[in-house]
């Protein structure tokens, strides 16, 4: 089979074979991933669990001198080179979290055990990681996705490559972030690995309300072959009264409508509860599904399915207590009624059984029913931007920023300072390149995307006034000096 690089021109590879991707595509789509080697019995269980493990290190200017000057490194290596600051002298255990997968799942596997764990990297760090030496830890990686006696027990996810906040990146980045992500998965992992990468994983678990933005994103990961997609709880609601989902613990349909009147849907996976490492460093998930029986649906009684991600790497509760705890949950749930799954496993199933996409309850993001409560789909944006406006008239906790794993942090207020360059750098890379796709295999192109996805990071954001909001500014001013410059 035809492989990609995974490095050009001291860049990663982020665009260029996109052709040969959608060719990938749409020829292995169908093609189920896990129900011919998956070893559950699901007429049999239950209920199940799935736990996901997100990873991530944002790219910095911290490699040495001035910030205008510096080199671009992973935060990872920039803890490695400061030990004493903060933290820091936990790089060296977060690198063994990145890798240590590979080593528990192959002991369980030896040990006859059915392990299960999704993984979630994000590019930043795939790229951080290669570029610091840290060649072990990607092998290691590669050998559990390869490798015929483990891949069964790991389902890749796919991310943004950027680790962007959805509701808040343009639109038309956040498909390039999407896009780039899979070109540089499939030059680490191969091609035929990317094709079993069915479920994709937002950062922050960040979904966007705004209808325009997410039908959007809806659109953009059914156009790159997603099947379903990681919702937190409290960011959709049921159309028909608004509340919270009442079976959160069933696969749902996520439909987003836009204001010009054009719908798009996709399986929606529930996460319950907010963003505690506990809930996966102790394995909850395990015993809350032991606490449930099968459920209606369809006509038929189906294993409800318990899902939870988390860092994978922050905080003593992941770096200690996960391994050994994971170890005793996967030997204990290995055979029983309430097995450890995939989340495409176990939808691979359940179609199978006979269950219809039709058939899931429907969820939407949070206050769209307010709105469709004041205008019809296909009345258009600018009445879209009236009734939005009315809404937060009259009501102060109505917005349109989107929802993450917390409603305590707004990834939009207070941020004027960041998003405004941000805004101007994606403006002036859409006015310098109107046609992407002419220029994707270019150097110069990918020096500026490279650019332009790393200054979205989330990061620049998540830690407030400082040092990390400068880091922000600086990669979007090089981001202008490359469009101006080479454009």
């Known amino acids: 089979m035809h492989e990609i690089p995974e490095s050009i021109g001291g860049l990663p590879n982020l665009s260029g074979f996109e052709g040969l991707l959608q060719d990938q595509l749409v020829a292995n789509k169908d093609k ?135 509701p808040s990146t343009p639109v038309v980045d956040y498909r390039l972030h999407v896009q780039a992500w899979r070109h540089h998965f499939a030059a680490i992992f191969g091609l035929e690995a990317l094709q079993r990468v069915r479920g994709f994983s937002p950062s922050e678990m960040a979904l966007p309300n705004h209808p325009d933005v997410a039908w959007n994103f809806v659109k953009t990961l059914k156009d790159n072959g997603y099947q379903w997609v990681l919702v937190q709880e409290h960011t959709v609601e049921q159309p028909d009264d608004g509340y919270h989902p009442r079976e959160p613990h069933l696969p749902h349909r996520l439909v987003c409508t836009s204001s010009d009147g054009q719908t798009e849907s996709i399986i929606a996976i529930i996460k319950t509860q907010g963003s505690d490492t506990k809930l996966v460093g102790q394995m909850q998930p395990y015993y809350e599904a032991k606490s449930l029986n099968r459920k209606g649906l369809g006509g038929r009684m189906i294993p409800p399915l318990v899902t939870q991600i988390a860092d994978g790497e922050n905080g003593g509760v992941m770096m200690n207590e996960f391994p050994p705890k994971f170890l005793d949950v996967m030997r204990e749930c290995s055979g029983s009624r309430h097995p450890a799954m995939h989340v495409t496993e176990y939808l691979e199933h359940l179609f199978a059984s006979g269950i219809k996409e039709s058939d899931l309850p429907l969820v939407q993001p949070v206050w769209q029913r307010r709105i469709w409560e004041r205008m019809r789909p296909g009345e258009g944006p600018e009445t879209l931007a009236k009734v939005i406006a009315a809404l937060k008239q009259e009501e102060h906790r109505f917005h349109m920023d989107g929802g993450s794993w917390t409603q305590s942090i707004s990834w939009v207020n207070g941020y004027a300072h960041v998003l405004g360059p941000m805004e101007e750098s994606s403006a002036l890379f859409h006015q310098k390149i109107p046609n992407p796709g002419a220029v994707s295999e270019e150097h110069r192109y990918r020096n500026a995307l490279f650019h332009l996805l790393t200054s979205q990071t989330s990061c620049y954001r998540y830690w407030g006034e400082g040092e990390w909001t400068d880091f922000g500014r600086e990669i979007c001013r090089r981001t202008k000096a490359i469009l101006e410059y080479d454009f």
């Not at 200017?61 to 000057?69: M, Q």
């Not at 080199?71 to 903060?86: D, H, Q, T, V, Y």
């Not at 006696?149 to 996810?157: A, F, I, Q, T």
């Open 32 to 166: 189920p991933v896990f129900l011919g080697g998956s070893d559950i019995s699901f007429s049999d269980i239950q209920s199940a669990f799935a736990v996901a493990l997100h990873m991530h290190q944002p790219l910095i200017p911290a490699g040495g001198g001035p910030l205008a000057t510096a080199e671009m490194i992973s935060n990872l290596k920039a803890m490695m080179n400061n030990p004493g600051i903060g933290d820091n002298h936990n790089a060296g255990v977060f690198l063994d979290c990145y890798r240590r997968m590979g080593r528990i799942l192959k002991q369980l596997i030896h040990e006859g055990r059915s392990p299960r764990v999704m993984l979630d990297y994000s590019g930043t760090l795939f790229h951080g990681l290669r570029r610091m030496g840290a060649d072990e830890a990607l092998a290691d990686l590669q050998e559990i996705t390869w490798n015929t006696d483990y891949r069964r027990s790991v389902e890749w996810l796919g991310m943004a490559w950027g680790h962007p906040v959805a």
